[in-house]
């Protein structure tokens, strides 16, 4: 299958929906946007598609908690649309951006079988270190080739945009644990080196305090990742902040890489 379907799911808040759908059309998918309820009055609508996205913004208005209440929606009414994709036989992949990795986070199912023993939840997302929304570009390095959004990509420049997004692990066990298995799979960095540190950076390289620069996590498999800077705005070489003082513009910006290699990926 060259050109999948993409199911760009929408809640109340959402707001970075037509983005990241023009996003996956510019890599060459087929993309459509469709409300939590459509989806929940007619659950079958999942089988039409090959990529689920859960994209930015602000679901219910990030009451309680941010991505909480679409991630019990989801886990109430769409459980089967959320084994489908992420249990399935390994011929879909799920991408959440910002909150939509709120989201993938409340689910669990970006720190699924990591100390199952555990009594609480291996890792979540909590506000930033300074307690405020924070709006900037941040470098990225890739760690590891696990990641099936991430092939071939060893440094991104992206903004971000959140409150929270401090990925914080229950112990430095299940931290360890994530990282030998290769899912702490990008991470904020210094420079455009593309060089992984484990040890916290200051502000503003880490924009928010994360355990060992976490800015993206993935799922045993590779198929199922969450991040919160935001590919889908940085996909044209304009939109970098310093374009008109670059000496020669690369073809396309850095995010697009992520989801051209979702579509490869189904080739």
Known sequence: ????????????????DEETAYAFER?????????????????????????????????????????????????NHLADLVDTFVHGKG??????????????????VLTENVDAAGEHDPATLTWNNHGRFEDRWVDLATDGSKCVFLRDIQHMYLPMAHAEGKFVARDQAVL????????????????????????????????????????GVCDSTGRVFGLMPHPERHIDPT?????????EQPAAGDGLAMFQNAVKWFA
């Open 176 to 215: 360890g644990e994530l990282r030998d298995a290769g899912r702490l799979c990008l991470r904020y960095a210094r420079d455009t080196n593309g060089t992984v540190e484990d040890t916290p950076l200051d502000f503003p390289a880490n924009p928010n305090g994360a355990d060992a620069n976490v800015a």
């Open 91 to 108: 011929d879909r992949l799920v991408l959440g951006i910002c909150n939509g990795m709120q989201v993938l986070m409340r689910l669990g």
């Open 1 to 16: 299958m060259s050109s999948p379907r993409v199911l760009v799911l929408r809640a109340p808040g959402t707001n970075c």
């Open 239 to 247: 939109q970098h902040p310093y374009w008109t003082r670059r000496k």
């Open 27 to 75: 890599a060459g998918a087929s993309t459509e946007r469709v409300h939590v309820n459509r989806l929940i009055e007619n659950a079958t609508l999942k089988d039409r598609y090959q990529i689920l996205c859960l994209p930015g913004g602000f679901s219910y208005g990030d009451d309680i908690a941010a991505g909480r209440i679409l991630a019990t929606r989801m886990r």
